[in-house]
């Protein structure tokens, strides 16, 4: 079975500042892989995903992530971090077996901007 | 116009009481589904229809039940409300079986 790990429940960064949220995944057939955003008192946002192509995939809100198949990871990154970047992120990967088809999430990333 | 709304956003209800929320989507896609998020935070799958045909269920108490009238909608109902029920439930829906998902608001249900 699928499985992702987020390291680092919370992350703070400084207003201007890289932001990095990492995100390392199991899969025992090439993986589509995602992150979702969530601002409070709201459902999860689509970021980015990665499917087939390029391993380089730009989102929404100046967000982008790189899949690195020899390291399972998929982790997010921002040049600058914007103070409504506030929020918490998961990574998740599609479950793809027949009969098992769905998306398997991560614990989830706060994100605090500080100012 | 939303693309997946669920009614209601906020639910209070007394233990023992059965409760339903209702998800509608407008996306024209064939899956739906229902995940449980907890305090905290965590995302877990309860249940996924495709063409309305249930293909997961995720160990869920049968006191939950989810119903497919048709593609746009994935009803879920739950009876006998516990404590440990308090939470908020996500309706989702995507293309296909796990493709990119789209989620409502959420509902959040709190159990006294």
């Known amino acids: 079975a699928q499985s992702v790990t987020q390291l680092g429940s919370h992350v703070s960064v400084s207003e201007g500042a890289l932001v990095l949220l990492r995100c390392n995944y199991s899969s025992s057939v090439p993986p589509y892989l995602f992150w979702y955003v969530q601002y409070p008192n709201q459902g999860l946002q689509l970021l980015l995903k990665?499917?087939?192509?390029?391993?380089l995939v730009k989102g929404i809100n100046g967000f982008e992530a790189e899949f690195k198949k020899s390291e399972t990871s998929f982790h997010l990154t921002k040049p600058s971090a914007h103070m409504s970047d506030a929020a918490e992120y998961f990574c998740?990967?599609?479950?793809?077996?027949?009969?098992?088809?769905?998306?398997?999430f991560g614990t989830g990333t706060r994100l605090t901007i500080i100012p | 116009d939303t693309a997946v709304s669920q009614t209601p956003k906020y639910l209070v209800t007394q233990m023992g009481n059965d409760k339903s929320i209702k998800c509608e989507q407008n996306?024209?896609?064939?899956?739906m589904y229902w995940y449980k998020q907890d305090s905290k935070k965590f995302l877990k799958i309860m249940f996924s229809?495709?063409?309305?045909?249930?293909?997961i269920n995720e160990t869920v108490p049968n006191r939950f039940s989810p119903k497919s009238p048709d593609k746009a909608h994935l009803n879920l109902h739950i009876n006998s409300l516990e404590l440990g029920d308090s939470a908020v439930y996500f309706c989702a829906s995507s293309h296909a079986p796990s493709t990119e998902a789209f989620f409502g608001q959420g509902t959040r249900l709190t159990v006294v």
């Open positions: 998740a990967v599609s479950e793809t077996s027949f009969g098992n088809e769905k998306l398997t």
């Open positions: 996306l024209g896609h064939d899956t």
């Open positions: 990665y499917t087939t192509g390029a391993t």
């Open positions: 229809y495709n063409n309305k045909e249930l293909i």
